[in-house]
């Protein structure tokens, strides 16, 4: 807005009244002084055209999917482990009495409790779930590859520097798996990444992610009608799945561990 003119004392309140900041009595007597007072007047329509002008949603911007994914790694990574607090009793007059008889059962209770919490306490979802779940997720309209390309030189540089690893990207085409790019996830609560591949109009991901165990053979699930695959090699847990049939989906694994 510009300067005041100083011919008029109340120009001022017509900020705060678009802001709704007057009472009803204020707001009406503003109103009343604004229908002779040409400044006043004249202040309200350029506040009014310059909010007209100012649209909100471009005042949001996403957060980047790799962003996101390194914040939450940090985050889990300096969390401090939560200690229960120690409760020290006197161990006299009463007390004494609890305690000798809590150590002619106190064995068998505390087994009880313990199997107890296993059975009631809520788990989390599996790693299998984690992956089907990403996914149902990715397969939504702009969310499967935030890197869309067929070759595996441009799609494995593009992980530099935003995960802790090099994840190594296969070029399947020759075995009618063709790679069409890649994406960052987060799973088993760190950030993974995920290469996309499609065999026909199946869309397959491979999640890839630093694994501690040595090569293993693939292993075969299923969660919501979608078929999972998984095996460890180089120092790498790998994850694929898919609407394909099982038995594609094994061959795109077996062929993924065949190339070099």
């Given at each position: 807005?510009?300067?005041?003119?100083?011919?008029?004392?109340?120009?001022?309140?017509?900020?705060?009244?678009?802001?709704?900041?007057?009472?009803?009595?204020?707001?009406?007597?503003?109103?009343?002084?604004?229908?002779?007072?040409?400044v006043c007047e004249a202040a309200a329509a350029e506040l009014t055209?310059?909010?007209?002008?100012?649209?909100?949603?471009?005042?949001?911007?996403?957060?980047?999917?790799?962003?996101?994914?390194?914040?939450?790694?940090?985050?889990?990574?300096?969390?401090?482990?939560?200690?229960?607090?120690?409760?020290?009793?006197?161990?006299?007059?009463?007390?004494?009495?609890?305690?000798?008889?809590?150590?002619?059962?106190?064995?068998?209770?505390?087994?009880?409790?313990?199997?107890?919490?296993?059975?009631?306490?809520?788990?989390?979802?599996?790693?299998?779930?984690?992956?089907?779940?990403?996914?149902?997720?990715?397969?939504?309209?702009?969310?499967?590859?935030?890197?869309?390309?067929?070759?595996?030189?441009?799609?494995?540089?593009?992980?530099?520097?935003?995960?802790?690893?090099?994840?190594?990207?296969?070029?399947?085409?020759?075995?009618?798996?063709?790679?069409?790019?890649?994406?960052?996830?987060?799973?088993?609560?760190?950030?993974?990444?995920?290469?996309?591949?499609?065999?026909?109009?199946?869309?397959?991901?491979?999640?890839?992610?630093?694994?501690?165990?040595?090569?293993?053979?693939?292993?075969?699930?299923?969660?919501?009608?979608?078929?999972?695959?998984?095996?460890?090699?180089?120092?790498?847990?790998?994850?694929?799945?898919?609407?394909?049939?099982?038995?594609?989906?094994?061959?795109?694994?077996?062929?993924?561990?065949?190339?070099?």
């Amino acid at each position: 807005m510009r300067a005041a003119d100083p011919a008029c004392d109340k120009v001022l309140l017509v900020q705060a009244e678009l802001d709704g900041e007057l009472d009803a009595a204020a707001a009406a007597a503003l109103s009343a002084h604004r229908a002779t007072c040409p400044v006043c007047e004249a202040a309200a329509a350029e506040l009014t055209r310059a909010r007209a002008l100012i649209d909100p949603a471009a005042l949001r911007e996403r957060m980047p999917q790799d962003v996101r994914a390194r914040i939450l790694a940090s985050v889990a990574a300096v969390a401090p482990a939560r200690e229960p607090p120690q409760i020290s009793l006197p161990r006299s007059g009463v007390w004494q009495r609890w305690f000798s008889l809590f150590g002619s059962f106190g064995l068998g209770a505390a087994c009880t409790v313990a199997i107890a919490s296993l059975l009631i306490a809520p788990r989390g979802p599996s790693v299998a779930e984690q992956i089907v779940a990403s996914h149902i997720r990715a397969l939504q309209p702009g969310h499967l590859e935030d890197v869309a390309s067929t070759d595996q030189h441009t799609v494995k540089p593009w992980f530099d520097g935003r995960i802790d690893f090099a994840p190594p990207v296969k070029d399947l085409a020759a075995e009618q798996f063709p790679l069409k790019g890649g994406r960052l996830d987060y799973i088993a609560g760190r950030p993974v990444a995920a290469l996309v591949y499609q065999h026909r109009k199946h869309v397959i991901d491979l999640f890839i992610w630093p694994g501690q165990t040595g090569p293993t053979s693939p292993g075969s699930a299923e969660r919501q009608g979608y078929n999972i695959v998984h095996w460890s090699e180089s120092g790498m847990t790998l994850w694929a799945v898919s609407d394909l049939g099982a038995k594609e989906l094994r061959e795109f694994a077996d062929d993924w561990q065949r190339l070099p």
